[in-house]
């Protein structure tokens, strides 16, 4: 992405990525290279193989040039911030070494990059980033500080502009969004809602792998918490789940899932399912149990300590 026409290149309201800059450039480049990737699952699923072909080589190019013009061979990020970073582990741009290689120059706690400002906004990129990097721990102690410090400072919904080095003398009149600081931030952001999806995605790890959730995978990851439940709302239902750690070790599952949802179930270490003679497929490089459950009912399983 070159930007040859000059065009306002906005990613978040953030030095450097609120016009056009190179950082600017790189994070627009890698919502391309996840556009199309998108583009490229939604025709597959509308069976138009020829346009799902077209998106995924559209999306190959796209990544190709990222690596080549934007990488850094000295560090393995595509630089020193949390937005174009984040942008590039989200969209899948990222090689496993590139991936850890930006996780500990970039996300890490002692990264010099907290130091500058991302809104609620594109922190929910960031989160995302971190989870898929190995480290939900770490991004859910993120959302404890940030997202939690805009409700110790009185939010009962989330902010359009947000950090928790910001005055708190008259909170309202410190927000910085739209090049500027003032009353005119909005209390009531839906892009600063970033948690809520993550929670579901990531925690209780319930995510749609086909159109209208008629194939999920399920593959909860408490990170440290006691326990985590909730509905999923699907066009056949709710998908419910509680995930609750176990004193002996490992953690119990309980989900219902409704009709015409195709599951395949991930769970840390060797599980079974509870009072079913199905076996699990376990796969020792991923220290992980593999259940496919396609008819609608309620399951409990036990899983070991990982």
Same mark, same amino acid.
């Given at each position: 992405f070159a930007n040859k026409h000059g065009a306002w290149d906005y990613v978040d309201w953030s030095p450097d990525f609120n016009g056009d800059s190179p950082l600017a450039r790189i994070a627009t480049q890698m919502y391309y290279i996840k556009a199309a990737k998108d583009a490229a699952f939604l025709f597959q699923e509308m069976e138009d193989a020829a346009n799902a072909e077209h998106c995924r080589q559209l999306a190959e190019r796209l990544t190709q040039a990222a690596q080549q013009h934007w990488l850094s061979p000295q560090t393995d990020t595509f630089g020193l911030r949390r937005q174009e970073n984040a942008m590039a582990i989200f969209a899948g741009a990222t090689t496993p070494k590139e991936t850890a290689a930006i996780y500990k120059a970039v996300f890490a706690p002692d990264s010099p990059a907290w130091s500058y400002i991302a809104t609620p906004y594109y922190n929910n990129y960031v989160i995302y980033a971190m989870s898929l990097a190995g480290h939900t721990h770490a991004a859910l102690d993120f959302i404890r500080r940030f997202w939690g410090g805009m409700i110790a400072e009185g939010a009962t919904t989330f902010w359009e502009g947000y950090d928790p080095s910001w005055p708190k003398k008259h909170f309202h009149l410190y927000l910085q969004a739209?090049?500027?600081?003032?009353?005119?931030?909005?209390?009531?952001?839906?892009?600063?809602?970033?948690?809520?999806?993550?929670?579901?995605?990531?925690?209780?790890?319930?995510?749609?792998?086909?159109?209208?959730?008629?194939?999920? &995978?399920?593959? /909860?990851?408490? =990170?440290? @918490?006691?326990?985590?439940?909730?509905?999923?709302?699907?066009?056949?239902?709710?998908?419910?789940?509680?995930?609750?750690?176990?004193?002996?070790?490992?953690?119990?599952?309980?989900?219902?899932?409704?009709?015409?949802?195709?599951?395949? &179930?991930?769970? /840390?270490?060797? =599980?079974? @399912?509870?009072?079913?003679?199905?076996?699990?497929?376990f796969q020792a490089d991923e220290n992980l149990s593999h259940f496919t459950l396609d008819r609608p009912g309620h399951y409990v399983f036990e899983a070991t300590a990982g």
């Open positions: 739209d090049n500027g600081m003032g009353t005119f931030v909005s209390l009531c952001h839906g892009w600063s809602s970033g948690p809520t999806s993550f929670l579901t995605e990531c925690v209780l790890g319930v995510r749609p792998t086909g159109a209208g959730y008629s194939t999920a &995978v399920i593959a /909860p990851d408490l =990170a440290g @918490l006691q326990w985590a439940e909730g509905n999923v709302p699907t066009p056949h239902g709710l998908i419910h789940i509680r995930v609750e750690a176990l004193k002996k070790g490992g953690e119990r599952v309980d989900l219902t899932l409704p009709s015409d949802v195709k599951a395949d &179930v991930q769970l /840390p270490g060797k =599980a079974r @399912l509870m009072g079913s003679s199905l076996q699990p497929q």
